[in-house]
Nanobody
């Protein structure tokens, strides 16, 4: 069983919305800090949003503030990313990540990575 499985990626028009989901297996029970990253074709992976289940702190990259919201349903062991007002530059493969330490996740060094889900935004 994969530790993290993303879903919800799709092709949408600019201005549209999508909600990504990341189902976490029991293997990640000791990884309360989670985040979303993305990687566009030909570019490096970048952090999008992060959440700590222990402190409740959420952090966002400047380019998604006010448009994206990260949340977590602990009972379902699922992480979400609500994406509104999507832009063509949001087109990328989106990855879920989980780790024990919040800063490690933010630094792109989590304990677990998902396989990714593709988001394509057309103008």
């Amino acid at each position: 069983q994969e530790p993290l499985v993303e879903s919800g990626g799709d092709s949408v028009q600019a201005g549209g919305s999508l909600r990504l989901s990341c189902a976490a297996s029991e293997d990640t029970y000791n990884s309360p800090c989670m985040g979303w990253f993305r990687q566009a074709a030909g570019k490096e992976r970048e952090g999008v949003a992060y959440i700590s289940a222990t402190s409740g702190i959420r952090k966002y990259a400047d380019f998604v503030k006010g448009r994206f919201t990260i949340s977590r349903a602990s009972a379902k062991n699922t992480l979400y990313l609500q994406m509104n007002s999507l832009k063509p530059e949001d087109t990328a493969m989106y990855y879920c990540a989980a780790g024990l330490y919040f800063q490690s996740v933010i630094n792109g060094n989590p304990d677990y990575w998902g396989q990714g889900t593709q988001v394509t935004v057309s103008s």
